[in-house]
Structure formats: structure tokens, C-alpha cells
């Protein structure tokens, strides 16, 4: 199953800067978009998400980007800090109304250096 | 903050035998999901439920497989006659069904089939 695919398999950048994660999905049908955060030993807990009818949206440090015409979206996270060193999850919701299940990415390790 | 609650962490199990993992979501949710993610490959989605009745279901959910919610609280999915294959990180997640709400995911329960 590939419909959601994230082809970085990690990241490393430094404190401060800009950390940039990527995602890129086959079915033009989903309509809702999530990123999750996963430390070791933890489940994947909720970070941003964006709706398809939307190409920005924005919490704090974490803005993620969706471009419908290119079937990709980004997770942009600035400053980065070492605390957001984590697995990070791109998720795409199939199905109708508001209860679909989740199709997931395989994740990018991302760490951030002191 | 409402979190969703799996028991137990870690179930070690003999080949063949049942296994019963248990959630109990956040308690204003009325949708109730199980992943699962084999180690090394993506999170995957086994099952939603609602309304005391499953929603949908994939490929992996076969006859193996049985979720039910015996009380208001817990969430629970049986597996019978396991199989080396079905070892692997079961996530419970839950939702409140409202407009583009996230899934909430409990911290998993790692399943060692022996």
C-alpha cells in the first residue's frame, strides 16, 4: 500500500533552524490530512493537521503545507528544537464523513542537534 | 489531558493461544479504532467501530480477529489461535467523530507471539 508515502527516512538539522518533513499521496479522494509525532515507546500523538479544501495552516511552531495539484504536503517546524526529535507520521484520511480510517506514511526520524 | 489507555504493555504469548488487548479511550469518544504496525513497516489500520458495530474493517481483520465493547469504558480486541505474523505494536486510537477531529492514539501494546 503506497498511497501515502514520505521518502526521507530521516533528518537531522540544526537547533534553531528550519526542519522541513515532506509527503506525498496517490488518492486524489482523501480529504483530510494529519501529522503525528512518535517518541520511542509512545504512541503517535496528534500534532497539526490541514483539510483538503485548505493549503496552509499554522500552530505555534508547526505550519504544514498542502499543494492538491502536486499530491504533496510538507510539515514545516521553526525554530526546531531538540525536544521535537521524534518520529514524525504523515497520515491521510479515507473514507466518508469525518470517521475514516487513517492511512500512514513510514515515518522520518528527524534530530535536532543542540 | 484526556488520553486514551492500553493494557497490558507488553503480552508475550504462545503460538496458537488467545490474546485479548485493552483500551480504554477518551471517555467522550464515540469511535473507537485498532492499528497495528509489524516492526519495520508502517501503521496500519485493522479496524473502526461505532455504535457497538464495526464500521469498517480491513483485509487483515478476518475471522481471527473480534473487537467488542463490553462496558461504557473499555475497548477491547480479541485475537484467536495467534500466529508468529500477528506479533507486532497494536495501537488503540479513538475520536469524537466531530468535524476534522484528530484520532487520539493510546501508547500501544507490544504483542510477542512465541
Known amino acids: 500500500d503506497q498511497q501515502v508515502k514520505q521518502n526521507s527516512p530521516s533528518l537531522s538539522v540544526q537547533e534553531g533552524r528550519i526542519s522541513i518533513l515532506n509527503c506525498d499521496y496517490t488518492?486524489?479522494?482523501?480529504?483530510?490530512f494529519l501529522w503525528y509525532k512518535k517518541y520511542p515507546a509512545e504512541g503517535p500523538t496528534f500534532l497539526i493537521s490541514?483539510?483538503?479544501?485548505?493549503d496552509k495552516n499554522e500552530d505555534g511552531r508547526f505550519t504544514v503545507f498542502l499543494n492538491k495539484s502536486a499530491k504533496h504536503l510538507s510539515l514545516h517546524i521553526v525554530p526546531s528544537q531538540p525536544g521535537d526529535s521524534a518520529v514524525y507520521f504523515c497520515?491521510?484520511?479515507?473514507?466518508?464523513?469525518?470517521?475514516?480510517?487513517?492511512?500512514f506514511g513510514q515515518g522520518t526520524t528527524l534530530q535536532v542537534k543542540p | 489531558e484526556p488520553e486514551v489507555t492500553q493494557t497490558p504493555s507488553h503480552q508475550v504469548t504462545q503460538m496458537g493461544q488467545e490474546v485479548i488487548l485493552r483500551c480504554v479511550p477518551i471517555?467522550?469518544?464515540?469511535?473507537f479504532y485498532w492499528y497495528r504496525q509489524i516492526l519495520g513497516q508502517k501503521v496500519e489500520f485493522l479496524v473502526s467501530?461505532?455504535?457497538?458495530?464495526?464500521?469498517?474493517k480491513s483485509e487483515i481483520f478476518d475471522d481471527q480477529f473480534s473487537v467488542e465493547r463490553p462496558d461504557g469504558s473499555n475497548f477491547t480486541l480479541k485475537i484467536r489461535s495467534t500466529k508468529l505474523e500477528d506479533s507486532a505494536m497494536y495501537f488503540c486510537?479513538?475520536?469524537?467523530?466531530?468535524?476534522?477531529?484528530?484520532?487520539?492514539f493510546g501508547d500501544g501494546t507490544r504483542l510477542s507471539i512465541l
Open positions: 497520515a491521510a484520511r479515507h473514507g466518508s464523513g469525518n470517521t475514516g480510517k487513517l492511512i
Open positions: 486510537a479513538s475520536s469524537d467523530g466531530g468535524y476534522n477531529q484528530p484520532q487520539h
Open positions: 488518492n486524489s479522494m482523501f480529504d483530510y
Open positions: 490541514i483539510s483538503s479544501i485548505k
Open positions: 467501530f461505532y455504535n457497538n458495530e464495526i464500521s469498517e
Open positions: 471517555s467522550n469518544h464515540l469511535y
